[in-house]
């Protein structure tokens, strides 16, 4: 076989190779990024949270709101949770804090595709243990992958 035949087959192959990565890579359905903002306030005893993501329709995030206790203090922080849906990119919640002290407040909110709640497009999309969930604010603990925000606000 001439030098020039060679040639041409090792090239060919080579784009053969590069078509197929880049096909490959366009049909696989890597990982998911979520991306979501929001805003937490304190107005009167009512905490007021709203924003907006990129989760689909219907998907169910889970809003914690927990009081930072003092270092000093001999009594646990006052917890609460509630579920929040999305719809057409957007969610809000109000929660009663009336029964929590003055001071700091974490205000997290989780997205958990494992959670029973979830509908099924949204478990179809980032998988029964969340699998197929990326990016910098992700949990991995093992068992299932969520996807957690987190704000600091004074009461």
Not at 9 to 32: M, N, P, Q, T, Y
Not at 63 to 78: D, E, F, K, R, T
Not at 79 to 106: A, Q, R
Request: charged content about 30%; some cysteine; overall charge negative.
């Amino acid at each position: 076989m001439s030098d020039t035949k060679k040639h041409f087959k090792k090239r060919l192959i080579f784009v053969i190779f590069c078509f197929s990565f880049v096909f490959w890579a366009l049909l696989s359905d890597g990982g998911k990024n979520v991306e979501l903002t929001y805003k937490a306030e304190i107005q009167g005893d009512i905490l007021k949270v709203s924003g907006n993501c990129d989760l689909p329709e219907g998907s169910l995030l889970t809003l914690s709101a927990l009081s930072i206790s003092s270092p000093l203090s001999s009594s646990p922080g006052m917890e609460t949770e509630s579920l929040i849906k999305v719809g057409n990119g957007y969610f809000e919640k109000e929660l009663d804090l009336s029964s929590f002290p003055d001071g700091e407040i974490d205000v997290s909110i989780y997205f958990y595709p494992t959670r029973k709640e979830q509908p099924e497009k949204v478990v179809e999309e980032f998988g029964k243990k969340g699998e197929k969930l990326e990016g910098e604010n992700l949990i991995d603990t093992g068992d299932y992958k969520a996807v957690w925000f987190e704000k600091i606000i004074k009461k």
